[in-house]
């Protein structure tokens, strides 16, 4: 029988479901119940899919959490799937069965390639469609508050705008058009405008791609810098992090929430930030100061904020953060529908299986 190891995550899980037969019967019906909302038909999935695993399901599945741990159980294993630990020689050495190294992603840094191809173990990215529609999602937020989609929608007569502050008047038509009419103030081009990526990932680099197309000016911060080639494809310069907050019109966060990354943004952050600048987080709620983003918007420094991910999920009815008109909140939806989840780890089952068969 195949021996997969896997670092442990989320979404990796449903891989173990998959291939495991043996997998904890309360992780089956829970990872069934997560991608019941668009696969009604779980039981069914699963058999087209082990029907294109031939000779690798079933497997024995190895989730881990730790590079040890990772180093240890890859001994006797045909192949691996994982994001951020790293292999090397001294892992390759020690792992003489391996065919293949599926990375969860396509950012390879973390895999000596040349160590793999002498070792003749395989290498497969994957670019992650979970990722491209957290960065679509992140874009439409991004939209939303340049366009002031929330606080005008549905608000076609004079009544209505009036009532959301608005001074809806129409030009003389003799003279001019009738373009905004409504005369909102402050809406925003996204060309031209300048964006900075708080973590230049998977996900962060997703949204650059799309900002690129819009002509948008892209500043990114992280630990460290990408290779130049990674930032010349991108259109993307690397900045320090005092200089994103004071630079750019749109911030975004991409950043895992670690030790070093809550409160990240805070009320100094705040007080950095160009007055008037949008601030987009689809990553963790913990990143930014409760406090100091309400702070920031009562005060009018912040021009708005987008936010996906919540301090509590579900919600409070009295959530504080829905009184601003400048705040667009959507319910933890970035990932948009589990069919992009399902096919990733189709793709992923497949490389496996051509490799160890």
């Keep these: 029988m195949p021996i997969i190891v896997a670092q442990d995550d989320a979404i990796i899980r449903s891989a173990q479901v998959i291939l495991d037969p043996d997998t904890d019967p309360d992780r089956q019906a829970g990872i069934a119940d997560y991608f019941s909302v668009d696969l009604k038909d779980f ?5 087209k899919v082990r029907g294109m695993a031939k000779g690798l399901f079933p497997s024995t599945f190895r989730m ?22 790293i292999v090397g020689e001294q892992e390759l050495a020690a792992a003489p069965n391996l065919k293949i190294i599926q990375k969860f992603g396509v950012d390879l840094r973390n895999i000596d390639l040349d160590a793999c191809a002498r070792h003749n173990v395989v290498v497969k990215p994957l670019r992650r469609r979970v990722n491209v529609a957290v960065a679509e999602h992140a874009f439409a937020l991004m939209m939303a508050l340049a366009k002031k989609i929330v606080s005008t929608a549905g608000r076609l007569d004079e009544a209505s705008l009036r009532a959301a502050g608005y001074q809806p008047k129409m030009y003389d038509r003799r003279h001019v058009a009738s373009a905004n009419w409504a005369r909102v103030g402050g809406l925003v081009t996204l060309q031209g ?7 230049l990932g998977e996900i962060g680099r997703e949204l650059a ?30 900045v320090s992090f005092g200089e994103l907050l004071e630079q750019s019109d749109f911030m975004t966060i991409q950043l895992p929430l670690t030790p ?19 601030l987009v987080n ?32 579900p919600g409070d009815a009295d959530e504080p953060l829905k009184k601003f008109d400048n705040v667009v909140l959507s319910p933890h939806i970035a990932v948009a529908s589990r069919m992009n989840g399902a096919a990733d ?13």
């Design 43 to 47: 039981d069914g999935y699963l058999a």
């Design 209 to 238: 791609e799309r900002a690129k197309a819009f002509n948008m000016n892209i500043l990114y911060h992280q630990r460290n810098q990408v290779p130049a080639d990674v930032e010349a494809a991108l259109g993307a310069r690397y």
């Design 193 to 199: 405008s300048t964006l900075g990526v708080l973590g």
């Design 260 to 278: 070093s990354t809550e409160g990240m943004i805070d009320k100094a952050a705040f007080a950095r930030m160009k007055p008037g600048a949008f």
């Design 64 to 85: 881990v959490d730790d590079q040890e741990s990772f180093r240890d159980a890859i001994k006797d294993a045909d192949g691996a799937i994982l994001e951020s630990f």
């Design 345 to 357: 780890m189709e793709e992923l089952v497949a490389n496996l299986a051509e490799a160890v068969r």
């Design 282 to 313: 689809i990553s963790r709620a913990a990143i930014v100061d409760r406090d100091a983003l309400i702070g920031a918007l009562e005060s009018g420094r912040l021009g708005g904020a987008g936010i996906d991910v919540h301090y509590k999920e």
